[in-house]
């Protein structure tokens, strides 16, 4: 019994519920305190195994134990009741945090920057206060490219950036999720194709020929992939790269829309790894329904078998540049 901290909040709410309507039901978060209630005689069993009621005489003992750890706690709940806030612990932050100071919000603002200040917490679902619609809350991801040959960028200023200028010394492009959204623009030479590859070390070996955008799509974050892919007229082709199991075939399945999808990049030869680094399945994986009109036999086979390959397995096969070079 003196192991309950009755400055515990889920504590302190669990007891108001039990004055409130003078009962309670166990439940994972609140049984160390029903348990105790129980075995001290503040409340017996109810209709249900989990409900348990409140004795008349054991009320003046709950409010005071609750008085211990929240001694307003009736003022509290009056002030909410005033504000229109709800009656729970997310109601009373709110209501404890119209005093903390607020900065003019800017137009836009890290999604966890606004959950750390108006919901529980920073990686919380859903915030305790909805954003107002002049504010974007972004993810701020950054989306990892290399450009083709003379790619340029055109900004929203009107300044244009030639790619090679950052590919050179670094060896890639990283743009954040914000300078897409500020009306970023592609322009110079643009590519032959456009490949999303899924993982990263797959993205950064790959031979591809200098004419070829490449863009990391970490598995099924792609939407920085779409926008920048977007950017690019209809006529350059899209494909995509990525593992050959259930999952990867999902991904593939799920990018693009009706008027823009990409193809799966398959080369013929990938079948000879069927024996050499073919890895099973596991336990409840299953293939998605989407087969390619190139190499639909390699995609049958790992079916049949309950196999799956890597991408980057291939990597280091001489045929992949002619591969990819023939590409169009």
Known sequence: MSALSWQDPDLQWTLVTLLEFGEIRRNAANATLVDWLREAGW????????????????????????????????????????????????????????????????????RKTWMARFGAHSKAGTPDALPPPTLVLTDDDLLRLRPNRGLALRFADGEVRDCDDWVRPLGELVIPQRALCDGLS?????????????????????????????????????????????????????????????????????????????????????????????????????????????????????RRRGRWLEQEAILLDPRLPDSLAGIT
């Open 43 to 110: 409340v017996g069993q109810g209709s249900r195994r989990d409900l348990f009621l409140l004795r008349p005489a054991k009320r003046a003992a709950v409010a005071v134990r609750l008085a211990e750890g929240w001694p307003d706690w009736q003022r509290d709940l009056a002030a909410l009741a005033a504000a229109g806030l709800p009656c729970d612990a997310a109601g009373l932050r709110q209501l404890r945090r119209c005093g903390v100071p607020l900065a003019a919000l800017p137009p836009r603002l890290h």
């Open 186 to 302: 592609l322009c110079g030479t643009l590519p032959r194709w456009v490949m999303t590859v899924e993982n990263l070390g797959a993205y950064l070996d790959l031979p591809a020929p200098s004419q070829a955008l490449v863009v990391h799509q970490p598995g099924w974050n792609c939407r920085l992939a779409r926008h920048l892919i977007g950017l690019l007229p209809a006529e350059v082709s899209w494909w995509h790269f990525g593992d050959l199991d259930p999952e990867g075939l999902a991904i593939f399945a799920a990018l693009g829309g009706e008027l823009r999808r990409p193809r799966l990049f398959l080369p013929d030869w990938w079948s000879d790894y069927l024996d050499t680094h073919a890895l099973p399945l596991g336990p409840g994986q299953g293939w998605p329904g989407t087969e390619s009109d190139r190499g639909a036999g390699l995609l049958a086979l790992l």
